[in-house]
């Protein structure tokens, strides 16, 4: 069986923690897409982790983890976070495969990123920074590198000299921070020694698995509303977020998917700039101050809001998600009222969809539907039939709105604080 796990919101709905859970299931577990922007947080007893290009499968020592060619990767940010898990006694040899096409990370990317970041002024997307986007922009325009170059050091060395060389002359015309080719070279070349015994062509063993009917989780990065594509445009992240970008970015055939799962979180967060029509300040605010909502990757506080049905059936369609994993439902856990948006209301009209133009979105006001709160204390429960009575009320409530039922419910970060419905 092929399982998707994709994002259903703007990321950050504990994704990496669903596909620890659900790796007890599965062979193997794919990352298709994305970067070291994203952020995976796991707790396995009392020790955390994070993970940024790595499969959260790793933390299970009999799954195979594969990186597949729709990522790109930074070399040295892959390799220090490899060493990483060998320093906590975690093996990645003979488990973690790295495709050969994989588009690669190169610092001038990161100039490229901050530049214009910088030159946005009061246009600002709220990127990470990590130079993901021009590194897709690199791909697009059929002159990036690729992490086979890393197993060629000379081919590797005379395309570096010949790409510094052209951003150079752009970032000298913006008055940007130019790049070293020699540095960039000793370190790519030490990093493509590392990285040598995992890059392989990851697309082909993924259909050699599914052949021989092994269990494959194949985990997304970021959420649907950041898609290329089918997100808030232009506040956007630079690949394909939904269920079709992670067979494009894996190579599974999209006849080969059995099911597909969104997470949630159990309200709305979402980092950086763009609309968010259910942004609740207090209820950040109360958040924060319980120490949660804070970006793995930039340690920014996330905005924080009610949850939007409206554009997590707009999830569902897109991705023809199958089932629910629902997140963080004890950071509601001292709520008097909780509301949940259904509709919107845009200069006089009721919307059920979002509309496609980001001003039409930023007008829009939400219509909420009105969930009394349990206020007690839901991170020891271990079954559904435990939950407060209104609990259940308000996850039977979303499951209503959106058409699709939960069967999965995390009321903490540790693997015990999940249980299946």
Avoid at 185 to 193: E, L
Avoid at 220 to 244: E, F, K, M, R, W
Avoid at 283 to 297: N, Q, S
Avoid at 336 to 365: F, H, S
Wanted: aromatic share 6%; with cysteine.
């Amino acid at each position: 069986m092929n399982t998707l796990l994709v994002g259903a919101q703007w990321g950050d709905e504990g994704k990496g923690k669903i596909v620890d859970v659900l790796t007890e299931q599965h062979d193997a577990v794919v990352r298709a897409q994305g970067g070291n922007n994203a952020g995976h947080t796991v707790w396995v007893g009392p020790r955390k982790y994070v993970l940024h290009l790595v499969p959260s499968g790793i933390l299970r020592p009999d799954c195979l983890c594969l990186i597949g060619h729709g990522t790109v990767i930074d070399p040295l940010a892959l390799a220090g976070e490899i060493k990483a898990l060998h320093r906590r006694g975690i093996n990645t040899k003979g488990r973690l495969f790295i495709s050969d096409r994989a588009h690669l990370v190169m610092p001038y990317h990161r100039v490229l990123d901050l530049g214009r970041e910088a030159a946005a002024k009061g246009k600002k997307i709220g990127t990470t920074g990590r130079g993901i986007g021009p590194t897709y922009n690199d791909k697009a325009s059929r002159v990036g590198l690729r992490a086979g170059d890393l197993l060629d050091a000379d081919h590797l060395t005379a395309s570096i000299r010949a790409r510094v060389k052209e951003v150079n002359v752009l970032a000298k015309h913006h008055g940007w921070d130019t790049v070293h080719s020699p540095r960039i070279i000793i370190d790519y070349c030490a990093a493509g020694r590392f990285l040598a015994p995992y890059i392989t062509d990851t697309a082909l063993k993924i259909n050699t698995l599914t052949a021989r009917g092994k269990k494959i989780l194949f985990e997304g990065a970021q959420g649907t509303l950041l898609d290329i594509d089918c997100g808030t445009y232009p506040y956007v992240t630079s690949s394909n977020t939904t269920a079709a970008g992670l067979c494009t970015g894996s190579g599974l055939p999209p006849n080969r998917v059995d099911k597909i799962i969104g997470a949630l979180k159990a309200y709305t967060s979402r980092v950086g700039e763009g609309p968010f029509p259910t942004e609740a300040p207090d209820l950040a605010d109360l958040l924060h101050a319980l120490g949660r909502e804070f970006g793995a990757t930039t340690g920014r506080p996330r905005r924080c809001g009610w949850l939007d049905a409206v554009l997590l059936r707009y999830a569902v369609a897109i991705n023809g998600i199958d089932e629910f994993a629902i997140t963080n439902l004890d950071g509601l856990d001292t709520l008097p009222v909780i509301n949940i948006a259904t509709a919107y209301r845009l200069r006089g009209k009721t919307l059920t969809a979002p509309p496609a133009a980001i001003e039409d979105l930023y007008a829009c006001q939400p219509v909420y539907q009105t969930c009394e709160g349990w206020q007690s204390d839901t991170t020891k429960i271990r079954s559904f039939n435990q939950l407060p009575p209104n609990a259940r009320a308000y996850l039977r409530a979303l499951e209503q709105i959106l058409g699709v039922n939960i069967k999965t419910i995390s009321v903490g970060p540790r693997r015990e604080q999940t249980f299946h419905t």
